[in-house]
């Protein structure tokens, strides 16, 4: 049994968040640009082998042979798949010699994550440039995943088998815009770097910033919808976390602040002491919560050691 789920009250941090563009609802003060925008839609679409998967994946009662043999038509991609499926994230280190028994061990929806970030993470290359890593932004990803993991067994919550793409995912926009908009992004770095807010100077310069991007772009993709809101309110606690979408959005949301610590203790080698008033909001301690986030902090350790 998980402990008992925090309550959640309203947003806490940073900026309106605005709904992307064209969607039901979307605030007057979204200011993205048609010419920007149409910059944005070069984000490539998402090969045939993810759809393909990810159809498979969604039918519960789909054997493993099926999957496998999906996933066999990219070589490239399932050797990768094997490579992450023995990582000590899933608890098989070096056990899994075959993409037939990964998929039966690891199961649908993990083999459907796994085929998500690395397809995800196959339509960006542009390498580092300036104040930016994307190897770094990865990292980043990889963490804030494996910490709402952490979090989502520690809150006994249904999530915790597919929450780790979530949170890998869950700054998507930043990387879309480093990569189709380098101009605008090299401004952003420069304003930030003058003390400004990262999110308030993506509205500065885009009129939006990397959750409205982020969910932009997961649109276009086709991803699921509880991607596109989970990416589009991580900087925002929900009221609640009665629905499993909201499940999904609070563990990110916690999961992303979790990784911030860990990698703030990364440069300084001690734990930021947490305010009492975090604490108590979710049902935490300093200890525990340093217990949860060392735990995903050595789980992620590995994938993070494929970014270099
Ligand atoms: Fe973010
Ligand atoms: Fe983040």
Redesign the pocket.
């Known amino acids: 049994m998980g402990e008992s789920p925090p309550s959640t009250g309203p947003a806490s941090s940073g900026l309106a968040n605005p709904a992307p563009a064209g969607a039901p609802g979307a605030p007057a003060q979204l200011r993205i640009s048609p010419e920007l925008l149409a910059k944005l839609e070069r984000v490539a679409p998402l090969p045939s082998v993810y759809h393909e998967l990810r159809a498979l994946t969604a039918v519960r009662t789909t054997d493993s042979r099926s999957i496998s043999g999906a996933l066999e038509k990219d070589p490239v991609l399932a050797g990768r798949v094997l490579k992450l499926a023995n990582s000590a994230i899933f608890g098989f280190r070096g056990k899994i010699t075959g993409l037939h028994l990964a998929v039966s061990l690891l199961g649908n929806n993990n083999v459907h994550n796994l085929t998500s970030v690395l397809v995800v993470m196959a339509q960006f290359r542009r390498p580092a440039s300036g104040d930016f890593n994307p190897a770094e932004f990865w990292k980043h990803g990889v963490l804030c995943g494996c910490c709402a993991t952490v979090l989502a067994e520690h809150y006994g919550y249904s999530t915790r088998d597919d929450i780790f793409t979530f949170g890998l995912l869950?700054?998507l926009g930043k990387i879309a815009v480093y990569e189709n908009l380098p101009d605008e992004f090299a401004r952003i770095i420069k304003l930030n770097q003058s003390g400004i807010l990262w999110r308030k100077a993506e509205h500065e310069v885009l009129g939006i910033d990397?959750?409205g991007i982020g969910a932009l772009v997961a649109q276009s993709w086709k991803l699921p919808d509880d991607f596109v809101q989970v990416i589009r309110s991580?900087?925002l606690l929900p009221e609640g976390t009665a629905s499993l979408t909201d499940q999904r959005k609070f563990l990110v949301f916690l999961g992303?602040v979790v990784a911030h610590m860990a990698e703030g203790r990364k440069r300084d080698k001690k734990w930021p002491s947490m305010k009492a008033e975090f604490l108590q909001r979710f049902r935490l301690d300093q200890e525990g919560l340093v217990r949860l986030a060392t735990k995903a902090f050595e789980d992620s350790r590995e994938v993070r050691a494929e970014f270099r």
């Open positions: 869950h700054d990397h959750t991580h900087h992303n």
